[in-house]
Structure formats: C-alpha cells, structure tokens
C-alpha cells in the first residue's frame, strides 16, 4: 500500500483538479448572488475587537448594517471602534470590557449580548497571541499558559457558551487561525502548537454539529500591518492586563484585505477563507517532500555567522534589576514574521569562559522588594 496509494493519489488527484476546481468555482459563484446571508439587523459578537483585525472585521460588518458587540479588554479604545463603527453604518453597537480567557467573562458578555438584542447570530473570535523565542532559550515557563490561553482556551470559552445561542438561529463561528498550524516556522513552538490545537478543534466541532451552525476557519499568512508596538503586563498573580497607552492603528493595506475577505467568506458560507493563498503550495511539499520542505527552510533561515535571537525575558541570563522587562511577543497582524536578515548559526559550539566564575563568601544581595511585574511587547489581534 505504501508503495501504490501515493502515486495513484497523485495521478487521481491531476486528472481530477480541473473538474473539482470547477465545481468549487461554481459553488462559490453561486453562493456570492444567491446565497449571500443579508447581515443587517443580525447581531454579530466580535472578540478582540479593540484593534487590528478585529477591529477592521467590525467596520466590514457594520458596512452591512449589522448589530455589533465588541468585546475586549479596553473600554477606552472599544468606545472608539465603536463610533467609527456607527458612522459606517452599524445599526447598533454595545462594547463590554471582558477577559475572553475567563469562562465567567465569556457568559457575562454573551448573555448581555442575548439581553440586549435577543439573539447571537455570527461570533467572531480574532483573539491571538505570538511570540518570537526560541523554545531551548526560555527558562521562565510563566508565560507558557498565557500563550495557550489566549490562543486556545480564548476562542473555546466563547464558542461553548455561545453555541446554544447559535444553534437556535442557524449561526455561524468565525475563527482567526494561522498557517503555522500546520507550517511551523521556528521561534514560534507553543504558538503553532496552539493554532494546530485550536483548527483541530473546531474541525472536529464542525462533525458533530453537522451543518447546525456553520464554521469558518480563517488562515492568514505571513501579512502585516501598520501597527505599533504595546506592552503586555503580568501584575502580581499572572492577572493579564493592557496598558491603556498601548494604541494601534490598523488601517490599510493586507489586514483591511483580510477582513474583507473573511467577512464576505462568512456571509457566503464558506468553511476555509485564506489570505494569500501562495502558501497552500507548501502543503504538498510537507505531505508528498517533507525533506525538500525542511531543507528549503534549512536554506532561508540560516546562513554563516552567530545566532541572533530575542532573548529578552526567557532566561538569557540578565542582570536582576533587568529581569522584569521584555520578552518581544506579537499578536496577529503584526509586521511579518519573517525577520529583515535572517537569525545565523555557526558550525562551532558556543565558547565559554577559560576559567570558572569566581564568587564572594557574602551571598548575592536581592533587592529589597521584587518587581511588580514585567512587560512584554505584543500586538493584539
């Protein structure tokens, strides 16, 4: 079997894509003009809608006169948001500050959302959480769960309390996922662990609710964004928090592209939307070449020299008066992953001192209170 279904899958598949092209082109015609869902009056939930794509998929939906409720951490930024949003042409719009990671937050928000309007008819999840470290470097683990909460639990808490909801009106769930759930690039481990937990997730949920409610995984690539950089707290307790101060802007070019794209994708019923779709290319490679796939990014991704990474708050050794700030992380959205010269490796291991480090009979002084918290450099989604 080994030997005979790979090359038969390969020659079914040449013989068929021309027919199954067409027929999903058809498919997709068909539904633009004649199952198109008309959004207006329809109440639309959006997480992580205080900026970047969640706040241009808001705008997209307010252009077909949709309901909204924009839930986020920032009120502040939330009321702005929600006056562009009105000016677009929204008929109506709540904001709720809320923890999408908090079960307790997530029923808070859906039901005042059914309070208000009586219905829930699209939830839209685009809360998301990267980072830029490589895995063997870290030594504080601390930021390990909230890696996996936001990227994870943030979309399920929200979809398990809104589905009955959605169940009653035929809903739809839209989902900000990413290529690296099943193209993994390097400094990204527990992000595309989590993104590859998550499509797997509502993949199996789309079985079992058997066309109930509607599915649409969103898989972005490497895109970016005009945003800038925030900072991402960790107070006492691990309580996650924004810094008000942190304001991005997110208008134009790939994201505002991508927001229209999964919108129209959701109201036409669509299950995958893509942006770009060059990448789709690489799936073939991992499933047919997997070694031609690694070999090429052995290729991109290193060169001669030493080895450059964000070492920032993962246990790089800093001083103790340095070691509550800034570990870089990105939310998505961002500027594009791939950084302007790529990370070096050298063929020798790394040189050590000739002699060992020498110490003081007096113990290391410590300050007299430990930092309050520590910072990290994020952009939301």
């Not at 939330?78 to 997530?106: F, M, T």
């Amino acid at each position: 079997m080994n030997l005979v279904v790979p090359p038969a899958t390969m020659v079914i598949m040449a013989f068929s894509w021309p027919l199954l092209s067409f027929i999903s082109f058809s498919e997709r015609l068909y539904n633009s003009y004649f199952a198109n869902e008309d959004m207006e009056d329809k109440v639309v939930v959006i997480t992580g809608a205080s900026s970047a794509i969640g706040e241009q998929i808001a705008y997209e939906y307010a252009k077909r006169r949709a309901n909204l409720v924009l839930v986020a951490r920032r009120e502040q930024r939330l009321r702005v948001v929600s006056s562009k949003a009105k000016a677009i042409g929204a008929n109506h719009v709540i904001i709720i500050a809320a923890d999408v990671i908090k079960e307790d937050d997530c029923r808070r928000f859906i039901t005042q959302a059914v309070n208000y309007y009586g219905r829930v008819d699209h939830l839209v999840n685009t809360a998301s959480l990267g980072h830029t470290f490589y895995f063997e470097e870290v030594t504080d683990t601390t930021v390990f769960p909230h890696l996996l909460d936001i990227n994870f639990w943030g979309n399920v808490y929200p979809t398990y309390v809104a589905l009955p909801y959605l169940q009653k009106t035929n809903g739809r769930i839209v989902v900000n996922a990413s290529v690296e759930n099943w193209l993994p690039l390097p400094r990204m481990s527990l992000y595309s662990a989590a993104k590859a937990a998550l499509v797997n997730f509502y993949e199996t949920l789309r079985f079992e609710l058997n066309g109930d409610v509607g599915i649409t995984i969103a898989t972005h690539g490497w895109i970016g964004s005009e945003m800038s950089r925030g900072k991402f707290m960790l107070e006492e307790g691990a309580e996650m928090q924004w810094k008000e101060e942190r304001e991005v802007p997110a208008n134009g070019g790939p994201l505002e592209e991508f927001a229209k794209m999964i919108v129209a994708g959701a109201c036409r019923g669509d299950a995958y939307v893509k942006f770009p779709n060059w990448y789709d290319v690489f799936l073939l490679y991992r499933v047919f070449t997997p070694n031609v796939l690694r070999w090429t990014f052995k290729l991109l991704l290193s060169t001669e020299g030493s080895r450059k990474s964000s070492l920032v708050g993962v246990g790089s050794g800093m001083p103790a008066d340095e070691s509550t700030a800034q570990m870089k992380l990105m939310l998505e959205g961002g500027p594009p992953r791939f950084p302007a010269s790529p990370p070096r490796f050298t063929a020798s291991p790394p040189r050590y001192p000739a002699s060992p480090p020498r110490f003081t009979a007096s113990p290391p002084q410590y300050p007299a209170s430990p930092p309050r918290f520590a910072q990290f450099n994020i952009h939301e989604l």
